[in-house]
């Protein structure tokens, strides 16, 4: 593109010297505005310590950006504070004017004109020398991109774009410093520093400067070029975003002028490149990854930090290299990384600067306020980047108009192009100390944020009540992606004048949680002390039942039974199916808790409250859980009898969830039967039933269980494979006796396995679990298999202090089929030490509970040692065949006696 031919229109900086010194003016102006320093510092988006440095003249020349923000927050002219900087003092021998003005000095740029201002250069006696380099960690691949741009024939132009504070003037200089850069222009590689040039016309005194040009009385365009075109050199225009967002055609002008003559690069915030040269495919940089973002750190702060605490404190910023590097800048001064964690919590944005902080390269702030603003950026732009500031999980593509109406979608795109948000994953996001600064200095508008939290109070309520039912899978998903959001927007909501609506969603909300496990934070701690002042004892019996399906579906069973019984006294006079559904819940709670007498009494007690009120699904539930009772009691006949009634109910109201469960939970009664073919299918049809009413407790409950069919199997790989699957998943929705039932599980794998070590390490894990929840027949289960192990160690005395420990745990639980294990341990012990009628005693007190609840291999194992007894006590020359023989001929089943038969027959071989 040609040059336009003409003259400067611009004035140097000609004006007089000030009578009042700049940083008393603005101190001047800021008291008059009632203004404390950091309240300015505050509203000019500036630290505190960068507005005491001007006001104490440590410094005279702050950048436009900064000027600017400060007229903003004073309420002042531009002009007005700009009159008071600092000025040069008037040539010797000048002229001035009738206002005490030194005339313009007609300074001819050949082929340009501009309307900015160009400030005078004095000549200088040599170039300035190429700044030092800058860490570049995992920036290797677009270092070596530009370079070979660089030293191509002809070079081709690039440009480095993105987000404020990603690394793009470290990469330029990692570039300009390469070995093979050097090799090609040697001491002819310009780095020229554009933030401070207002137009085209200030990037070219800036080159002349570096280039080491007068500018008096010459072409400085014409000069610099000529400079350039007299050897091989490559020039970098840094942050060239300040002046070609200012002058944007002249810009391109002089890049495609720069592009002829010598090697060009140049850096830009954001993601649009500039037209006027032939550029090589962009250069864009993205934040560092974990392990670069952490080798950054480290090279700075040192190795004490090197600690895997340092990992969530690194997340935080986002992997942009000068919020990690101002990071381990503040390191220096703490002792731990706690210490720094803490601080990070309570400073945020502003623990990312040193020194003075006002220059972008050493405050997060300043960087950031340099897009904010520019030009550029329009009002509907710097809206939208207001509300991203509380919403961590960014924004929806669909919901930008919903938030921003009719202006949503423009001014995303207006952000993508100045690299302060990104998409990622079908939504607008921006990064963390970006976000932590807007929101702290730009504070979204009352309209916007008034509408954002209504719009996520509405998800809240709307697609909570969904999880759990049919189609569930897609509302969980939904609001998965939206939960750190949902808890901003709720907690503020709850904050409000009238929290009824935020209150309202925390009922849908607590069912989401329920299912999933999502963490929503402080959201229900502070919802309780909301709920609390309310005066709709309904909606508060709602919430409050809410809170306790949460707290027990993390394990948390007293808590739990608090909320229900606050539900249940909320709860008015008429509100029959409200104290029905919280006297279920103290059901469950004791059903958890292996109370089975209790958990009985409160499902009898409030299944005829849902027959009244005609809830056909609460009468359901009701009879589903009186099967896990009697189920736990080994009553296998009169479960599948309860779970059936149920199932038929479930199906009839087409509830998936429901249905789901009574498959799993009849499933259950054929793997306790030793019937693991059914049992497979029965889990199986459930899996893909809790998947789609997005219930993610009882996915994870029933690849559990499938782990304990491959168990049964002797399946070990599938079996661990299911486990560590299911134990994922418990560990997401917060379920802790889940997860110990799945260690238990790996321990019983290892046990197989013969590894008695590593079968120990984790029955006591899960057995810290089962304790911390109060599941005395997960303690139970776990305490006889640690004696198991001790018994496989040849510790026959350690093995039977567990044994006995154990058995009054299932005693008290109703679990005849753990009882009948401890028995069956007890007779083994027994046989180790040759006490053989202590062994027959415990084994034929465990057969009988055996055959009650239907353990097959139990029984079979239990007339096996009977036989193995009775071996001992007979002098013949196949003794073990005669007493097989013997328990053939008694036993009471068909296949206990072709079991026994068939070990008889193998005794002749």
């Known amino acids: 593109m040609p040059l336009r031919a003409g003259r400067a229109t611009g004035t140097l900086w000609s004006v007089p010297v000030p009578s009042e010194p700049f940083g008393t003016a603005l101190r001047r102006l800021r008291e008059r505005s009632g203004l404390t320093q950091e309240q300015l510092a505050?509203?000019?988006?500036?630290?505190?310590?960068?507005?005491r440095a001007l006001e104490r003249g440590e410094r005279m020349h702050p950048y436009p950006h900064t000027l600017r923000a400060l007229t903003?927050?004073?309420?002042?002219?531009?002009?007005?504070?700009?009159?008071?900087?600092?000025?040069?003092?008037?040539?010797?021998g000048a002229d001035t004017g009738d206002d005490g003005r030194e005339p313009v000095t007609d300074v001819r740029l050949q082929g340009w004109s501009t309307s900015a201002p160009l400030p005078r250069l004095q000549s200088l006696v040599r170039r300035l020398p190429l700044p030092a380099r800058r860490p570049t960690l995992g920036r290797d691949g677009q270092v070596a991109e530009v370079v070979a741009s660089l030293v191509a024939e002809p070079p081709r132009p690039t440009v480095v774009l993105g987000a404020p504070g990603i690394g793009k003037t470290n990469l330029a200089l990692a570039a300009l410093h390469d070995a093979a850069v050097a090799e090609r222009y040697g001491g002819r590689r310009h780095f020229v520093r554009c933030e401070g040039a207002a137009s085209a016309g200030a990037v070219v005194v800036e080159l002349a400067r570096v280039l080491g040009l007068p500018l008096v009385g010459a072409d400085p365009l014409a000069s610099c070029l000529a400079e350039l075109a007299s050897a091989p050199g490559v020039v970098c225009l840094d942050n060239a975003e300040t002046p070609w967002e200012a002058d944007t055609q002249q810009c391109e002008s002089l890049f495609a002028h720069l592009a002829e003559t010598s090697g060009l690069l140049v850096s830009l915030r954001g993601t649009e490149r500039p037209g006027g040269a032939p550029w090589a495919p962009p250069v864009r940089l993205e934040p560092l990854d974990a392990a670069s973002a952490r080798e950054l750190f480290l090279a700075s702060a040192g190795p004490r930090f090197d600690r895997p605490d340092l990992d969530p404190v690194l997340r935080?910023?986002?992997g942009v290299p000068l919020a990690v590097e101002l990071l381990a800048h503040a390191a220096d001064g703490e002792a731990t990384i706690d210490g720094l964690a803490e601080r990070w919590r309570s400073e945020r944005v502003g623990l990312l600067e040193r020194g003075a902080a006002d220059h972008r390269l050493l405050?997060?702030?300043?960087?950031?306020?340099?897009?904010?603003?520019?030009?550029?950026?329009?009002?509907?732009?710097?809206?939208l980047l207001s509300l991203l500031g509380p919403l961590p999980d960014g924004i929806a593509h669909t919901e930008l108009d919903v938030l921003l109406p009719g202006e949503g979608l423009r001014a995303a795109s207006v952000l993508r192009r100045r690299g302060l948000a990104f998409d990622e994953g079908g939504r607008l996001r921006t990064h963390p100390p970006l976000?932590?600064?807007?929101?702290?200095?730009?504070?979204?508008?009352?309209?916007d944020w008034a509408r954002t939290i209504a719009r996520y109070c509405g998800l809240a309520g709307e697609l909570g009540w969904k999880v759990g039912t049919a189609g569930g899978a897609r509302a969980a998903a939904r609001l998965m992606a939206e939960t750190a959001n949902l808890t901003a927007a709720l907690l503020a909501g709850l904050g409000a004048g009238d929290p009824v609506p935020a209150v309202d969603a925390l009922v849908g909300a607590s069912r989401f949680v329920y299912f999933t496990g999502v963490d929503l934070g402080p959201l229900f701690t502070a919802g309780l002390g909301a709920v609390r002042t309310l005066a709709d004892d309904c909606l508060v019996a709602d919430v409050l039942r809410g809170m306790g399906d949460v707290a027990l579906a993390r394990s948390n069973y007293a808590e739990a039974g608090t909320r229900y019984e606050e539900a249940l006294a909320r709860c008015e006079a008429g509100d029959a199916l409200g104290k029905a559904n919280c006297i279920q819940g103290l059901g469950d709670v004791a059903l958890r808790q292996a109370d089975h007498e209790a958990a009985r009494a409160r499902y009898e007690q409030a299944l005829p409250r849902y027959r009244a009120a005609g809830d056909a699904l609460g009468e359901a539930n009701c009879i589903q859980r009186l099967g896990d009772v009697v189920l736990e009691r080994s009553d296998h006949d009169a479960a599948r009898t309860r779970y059936?009634?149920?199932?038929?109910?479930?199906?009839?109201?087409?509830?998936?969830?429901?249905?789901?469960?009574?498959?799993?939970s009849l499933g259950d009664i054929a793997l306790r039967r030793s019937d693991p073919e059914r049992a497979g299918a029965a889990f199986a049809a459930a899996?893909?039933?809790?998947?789609?009413?997005?219930?993610?407790?009882?996915?994870?409950?029933?690849?559990?269980?499938?782990?304990?069919?491959?168990?049964?199997?002797?399946?070990?790989?599938?079996?661990?494979?299911?486990?560590?699957?299911?134990?994922?998943?418990?560990?997401?929705?917060?379920d802790v006796l889940g997860e110990a039932n799945c260690i238990q599980g790996l321990g019983d794998i290892a046990l197989e396995r013969a590894d008695a070590e590593a079968a120990r390490g984790r029955y006591e894990a899960a057995l810290h679990l089962y304790r911390r929840v109060g599941s005395v027949l997960g303690e139970a289960n776990c305490i006889q298999s640690l004696g198991d192990v001790a018994l496989r160690r040849s510790d026959p005395g350690a093995a039977e202090t567990r044994y006995r420990e154990a058995l009054p745990l299932y005693r008290r639980a109703g679990a005849a089929l753990g009882e009948a294990n401890c028995l069956q341990g007890l007779g083994d012990v027994a046989l180790a030490r040759s006490d053989l009628e202590r062994a027959v005693a415990c084994l034929e007190a465990a057969l009988p509970l055996y055959a009650r609840v239907g353990d097959v291999p139990g029984e079979a194992g239990c007339l096996q040692r009977l036989g193995d007894v009775a071996a001992r006590r007979i002098e013949a020359p196949h003794p073990a065949g005669i007493a097989h023989r013997r328990l053939a001929r008694i036993a009471t089943r068909e296949h206990l006696c072709q079991l026994h038969v068939n070990v008889a027959r193998s005794t002749r071989r």
């Open 72 to 92: 903003d927050a004073l309420g002042v002219s531009e002009e007005e504070l700009a009159h008071l900087l600092p000025q040069r003092v008037p040539r010797a």
């Open 644 to 664: 059936e009634e149920a199932l038929d109910l479930y199906r009839e109201a087409g509830d998936a969830l429901g249905e789901a469960n009574c498959i799993h």
């Open 687 to 734: 899996l893909p039933l809790y998947r789609r009413v997005g219930d993610a407790l009882g996915e994870a409950n029933c690849i559990q269980s499938l782990g304990d069919v491959a168990l049964r199997r002797g399946d070990l790989a599938e079996a661990g494979t299911r486990y560590d699957a299911a134990r994922s998943l418990h560990r997401q929705v917060g």
């Open 316 to 318: 935080e910023m986002g």
């Open 42 to 51: 505050e509203r000019a988006g500036l630290s505190p310590r960068a507005v």
């Open 363 to 383: 405050s997060v702030a300043v960087s950031v306020e340099v897009s904010w603003t520019s030009p550029l950026m329009t009002g509907p732009a710097r809206r």
């Open 435 to 447: 976000r932590h600064h807007v929101e702290a200095a730009h504070p979204a508008a009352e309209p």
